[in-house]
Nanobody, 127 residues
Framework: EDLLVESGGGLVQPGGSLRLACTSP????????MAWFRQGPGKAREGVSC????????SNKDSVKGRFTISRDNAKNTLYLQMRDLKPDDTGMYYC????????????????????WGQGTQVTVSS
C-alpha cells in the first residue's frame, strides 16, 4: 500500500504561519498532480490547493488565495503548503493527495482524481 505522510501541523494564533509537508517512501510524486485538502470540524472535505506535475501551474480555493502557497520538490519527493495569515476558519485536518494524472483537472477540488491519500495533520488556529 502506498503511503503519504503529512507533517507540520500544530496550534497557531490567528495571523500566524505554518508550513506543511508531505512525502512518501513508496509513491513517486514526479509524474503526478498533487493537492492539499482539508476538513474542518463539522464541515465537508474541501480542496485547498492543487499543483501540476511540473509545479508551474497551481489552482487554489478562493479563500486561501494570497495566503497559501503550494509547491513541490520532485527531487525530494515532497509536497509543501506554506500557510500565512492563518484564520480560525482554516482550522481542520489537512490531507495530502496524489493524482493519477499530471495536471489538476477542473474538478480537482472534489477529490475524485486523487487515488492516494495521507492520514492528515491537524492545524488549529486559535488565540
Amino acid at each position: 500500500e502506498d503511503l503519504l505522510v503529512e507533517s507540520g501541523g500544530g496550534l497557531v494564533q490567528p495571523g500566524g504561519s505554518l508550513r506543511l509537508a508531505c512525502t512518501s517512501p513508496t509513491l513517486t510524486f514526479a509524474d503526478r498532480a498533487m493537492a492539499w485538502f482539508r476538513q474542518g470540524p463539522g464541515k465537508a472535505r474541501e480542496g485547498v490547493s492543487c499543483i501540476n506535475r511540473n509545479g508551474d501551474t497551481t489552482s487554489n480555493k478562493d479563500s486561501v488565495k494570497g495566503r497559501f502557497t503550494i509547491s513541490r520538490d520532485n527531487a525530494k519527493n515532497t509536497l509543501y503548503l506554506q500557510m500565512r495569515d492563518l484564520k480560525p476558519d482554516d482550522t481542520g485536518m489537512y490531507y495530502c493527495a496524489a493524482s493519477g494524472s499530471v495536471a489538476c483537472s477542473p474538478s480537482w477540488s472534489g477529490g475524485s482524481p486523487f487515488g492516494f491519500w495521507g492520514q492528515g495533520t491537524q492545524v488549529t488556529v486559535s488565540s
